[in-house]
């Protein structure tokens, strides 16, 4: 969501530059919004030594956690060795702190290893601010959407206080969530997809697709039907495939094309939504071309969190309707 307000605006830059080996970053933060639009580009970074700050789970068992926010979207992934990342942080920091972090810390997670934006749209990133300032996060993945939206300007205020690691989103950049695990960026590219000469927030959502040996997850944020397209074009044979899909854009039928969901071929969709939303999420014309697959559909309005474990061979699917309350 896009706001412009008439007030003037300073932005300060934080440069740390690191020794021997260990690759230059730069992260320039917004203090005050302008009139023109954030546009911060974190340079790719290398990895910072491993010091994850979590807890080991006993089984070798992968966790990704859609959480129940409300009429927005948060992912929590635990992997085996503890190592944890949170896309996105739904639309309030109410709901962060009440149920996203008890969530962590009910399994044993004390730092948060990944942050992931997939776009700077309020409802996904409503939550960030609070949640950057009561867990320390290792690293911060923003594909770094030109946007006015300030709650993006506080976030990136506190990445650079904490002094958190900045890295790029871009297609064929990876993640490193421990051993057995891949995490592969597949969305956005360069040069962004615009919307009306404007780069468009939506099309240029980071996409995530989580492996861990035969199970696949894909983490879709807002794409729309041109970045779907452009994403079944760019992949090779079945490499799309997911048993799991993190349906895009809250169910909405801008979203889910006919041709996307072939190529995912998922067996379980999830809809990140709001229970009785202003949208009408998820859509009718979704929900028909889900059900028309034989794909089994989630709600997090209406089955609250949904949690899916798998050891790499099969998942199983646990929800959570506590505190289901709409948006």
Same mark, same amino acid.
Do not use: K
């Given at each position: 969501?896009?706001?412009?307000?008439?007030?003037?605006?300073?932005?300060?830059?934080?440069?740390?530059?690191?020794?021997?080996?260990?690759?230059?970053?730069?992260?320039?933060?917004?203090?005050?919004?302008?009139?023109?639009?954030?546009?911060?580009?974190?340079?790719?970074?290398?990895?910072?030594?491993?010091?994850?700050?979590?807890?080991?789970?006993?089984?070798?068992?992968?966790?990704?956690?859609?959480?129940?926010?409300? $009429?927005?979207?948060?992912?929590?992934?635990?992997?085996?060795?503890?190592?944890?990342?949170?896309?996105?942080?739904?639309?309030?920091?109410?709901?962060?702190?009440?149920?996203?972090?008890?969530?962590?810390?009910?399994?044993?997670?004390?730092?948060?290893?990944?942050?992931?934006?997939?776009?700077?749209?309020?409802?996904?990133?409503?939550?960030?601010?609070?949640?950057?300032?009561?867990?320390?996060?290792?690293?911060?993945?923003?594909?770094?959407?030109?946007?006015?939206?300030?709650?993006?300007?506080?976030?990136?205020?506190?990445?650079?206080?904490?002094?958190?690691?900045?890295?790029?989103?871009?297609?064929?950049?990876?993640?490193?969530?421990?051993?057995?695990?891949?995490?592969?960026?597949?969305?956005?590219?360069?040069?962004?997809?615009?919307?009306?000469?404007?780069?468009?927030?939506?099309?240029?959502?980071?996409?995530?697709?989580?492996?861990?040996?035969?199970?696949?997850?894909?983490?879709?944020?807002?794409?729309? $039907?041109?970045?779907?397209?452009?994403?079944?074009?760019?992949?090779?044979?079945?490499?799309?495939?997911?048993?799991?899909?993190?349906?895009?854009?809250?169910?909405?039928?801008?979203?889910?094309?006919?041709?996307?969901?072939?190529?995912?071929?998922?067996?379980?969709?999830?809809?990140?939504?709001?229970?009785?939303? $202003?949208?009408?999420?998820?859509?009718?014309?979704?929900?028909?071309?889900?059900?028309?697959?034989?794909?089994?559909?989630?709600?997090?309005?209406?089955?609250?969190?949904?949690?899916?474990?798998?050891?790499?061979?099969?998942?199983?699917?646990?929800?959570?309707?506590?505190?289901?309350?709409?948006?």
């Amino acid at each position: 969501m896009r706001s412009i307000e008439n007030a003037s605006a300073a932005r300060t830059c934080l440069a740390a530059l690191a020794v021997g080996a260990v690759l230059s970053l730069i992260l320039c933060g917004v203090l005050l919004l302008t009139v023109a639009p954030i546009d911060i580009l974190p340079r790719p970074a290398t990895l910072p030594p491993d010091r994850r700050g979590t807890v080991e789970q006993t089984a070798a068992t992968t966790t990704v956690a859609v959480m129940d926010v409300g $009429q927005g979207m948060c992912v929590v992934v635990l992997a085996p060795d503890g190592t944890s990342m949170v896309v996105d942080a739904g639309r309030s920091g109410d709901r962060i702190e009440n149920i996203v972090i008890p969530y962590l810390r009910e399994n044993g997670i004390t730092e948060i290893d990944y942050l992931v934006v997939t776009h700077p749209d309020q409802d996904h990133i409503g939550g960030m601010p609070r949640l950057l300032n009561q867990m320390p996060v290792r690293n911060f993945v923003d594909p770094a959407i030109p946007t006015t939206n300030q709650t993006y300007g506080h976030t990136l205020e506190r990445v650079l206080e904490y002094s958190v690691n900045p890295i790029l989103a871009r297609a064929g950049n990876s993640l490193d969530l421990g051993t057995g695990i891949r995490v592969d960026i597949l969305w956005p590219r360069e040069p962004f997809l615009l919307d009306g000469g404007e780069p468009d927030t939506n099309d240029n959502s980071t996409v995530i697709q989580l492996t861990m040996g035969n199970v696949r997850f894909l983490i879709t944020g807002d794409i729309e $039907q041109t970045a779907e397209e452009m994403i079944v074009e760019s992949m090779v044979n079945d490499a799309l495939q997911s048993d799991v899909l993190v349906v895009a854009h809250h169910g909405s039928n801008s979203s889910s094309t006919a041709q996307f969901l072939d190529a995912v071929s998922p067996s379980v969709a999830v809809i990140p939504v709001g229970l009785d939303n $202003q949208y009408g999420h998820p859509h009718d014309e979704v929900m028909q071309r889900l059900r028309f697959r034989g794909i089994t559909i989630h709600r997090t309005d209406l089955d609250g969190t949904v949690e899916l474990t798998t050891n790499g061979e099969q998942f199983t699917v646990q929800l959570d309707r506590t505190g289901i309350d709409g948006q």
